[in-house]
């Protein structure tokens, strides 16, 4: 294929750090279903990002290949594109090093996932979760990825990515592309359905604040109608005064592609409880298929393997041209092979 043809490039992650929640499909999964139509996708279990918060052996084994299921689930496809455990490919480690020995204390001081983080788990602030960004950083820039499929919450680290590239760049001359961020329109930080200020997380201790991939029908529909909202009574967008009510309309608005005002007009005079049943059922019909799908995929482990290893050594090949040239650039010793 001619260079001007050249596809773009796609890389994200997602963590094996439990069941992915609905605020992972809307704010990532779903659009890297999508993305696959357009780009040339390279999608990635980051595993190594998980072991910054303590993790029990077994059960992130046991994670990694179940959210590689889900991923073949959501329709990822791993024959056109490429499907990994960052783990892996040890080159993104190796790239690692080299980036955080240019990236400034300061930098990495002022990311707030660091300072959520280390909030949340005062007993294991370790350096892995200061320099977690660089990893990350890492990941894209060894793959030169044009674009970055990501919810909200990791905006400030593409930025960083950017700013690494940029200034590497800079120095030792034109290496990395710069990554540009791509944040969904509808569902780019879905909220919990508890306390609907703070981000739907799948490690919250709450298993009412979030809808998790796995959840069946009955659980859905419970959780959505345990939701909190207010007492105004009126299906109103405003995140500052009703955040949960909007909360709920940006999942309905994800999933229907309606807008608020239409969202509005829909349930104006009807009470929180038929558009509760509204929001669960039009998710309740996205996942279904979803969980099917993954149940017959859970099946077959020795698929789900062999799709690993076949990710692993594509992606390989690619993140090692970049090290090499790397290495090269800052001066490392290569010997002639
Ligand atoms: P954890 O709870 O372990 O911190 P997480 O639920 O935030 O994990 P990640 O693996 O960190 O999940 O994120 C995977 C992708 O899902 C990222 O692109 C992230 O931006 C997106 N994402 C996570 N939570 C939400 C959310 N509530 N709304 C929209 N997107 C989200
Ligand atoms: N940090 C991300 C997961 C992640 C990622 C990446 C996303 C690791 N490496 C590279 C995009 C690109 C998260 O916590 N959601």
């Known amino acids: 294929m001619s260079e001007l043809l050249k596809r773009k490039r796609i890389l994200s992650g997602i963590q094996p750090t439990g069941t992915p929640t609905l605020g992972n499909y809307l704010g990532a999964l779903r659009n890297w279903a999508?993305?696959?139509?357009?780009?040339?996708?390279?999608?990635m279990v980051a595993d190594l990002h998980a072991l910054t918060v303590r993790q029990v052996p077994a059960d992130l084994r046991r994670?990694?290949?179940?959210?590689?299921?889900?991923?073949?689930?959501?329709?990822i496809d791993p024959k056109e594109h490429i499907l990994f455990v960052q783990s892996h490919v040890p080159a993104h480690c190796e790239l690692s090093w080299i980036l955080a020995c240019n990236t400034q204390f300061g930098e990495l001081s002022r990311m707030t996932q660091f300072k959520d983080k280390s909030a949340k788990?005062?007993?294991n602030v370790n350096g892995g979760l200061f320099t977690y960004p660089v990893l990350m950083a890492s990941d894209i820039l060894i793959y030169n990825a044009d674009l970055v499929p990501v919810g909200q919450d990791q905006t400030q680290h593409l930025e960083l990515a950017r700013d690494i590239a940029g200034r590497f760049n800079n120095i030792y001359g034109e290496t990395f592309v710069l990554p540009e961020g791509y944040v969904p329109a509808a569902g780019a930080k879905v909220m919990s359905l508890s306390e609907p200020t703070k981000k739907m997380s799948k490690s919250d201790p709450n298993v009412n604040s979030f809808i998790l991939m796995t959840d069946d029908k009955d659980t859905i529909v419970r959780k959505f109608k345990r939701a909190v909202t207010?007492?105004?009574?009126m299906v109103h967008f405003d995140t500052a005064n009703k955040p949960g009510v909007s909360n709920l309309m940006t999942i309905y608005a994800a999933f229907t592609g309606k807008t608020m005002p239409e969202i509005e007009a829909e349930f104006a005079g009807k009470g929180y409880g038929d558009f509760k049943m509204a929001v669960a059922e039009t998710t309740v019909d996205a996942i279904c298929p979803v969980q099917e799908e993954l149940q017959r995929i859970q099946?077959?482990?020795?698929?789900?393997?062999?799709?690993?290893?076949?990710?692993?050594?594509?992606?390989?090949?690619?993140?090692?041209?970049?090290?090499?040239?790397v290495h090269r650039k800052v001066g490392l010793l290569q010997l002639e092979k």
């Open 34 to 43: 999508l993305l696959q139509n357009s780009y040339d996708c390279l999608y």
């Open 63 to 75: 994670n990694s290949r179940a959210l590689t299921a889900l991923l073949l689930a959501v329709g």
């Open 121 to 123: 788990h005062p007993d």
């Open 230 to 233: 207010d007492s105004d009574g």
């Open 299 to 325: 099946a077959d482990k020795a698929y789900v393997d062999g799709v690993l290893k076949d990710g692993a050594e594509r992606a390989a090949r690619l993140a090692n041209r970049t090290v090499s040239k």
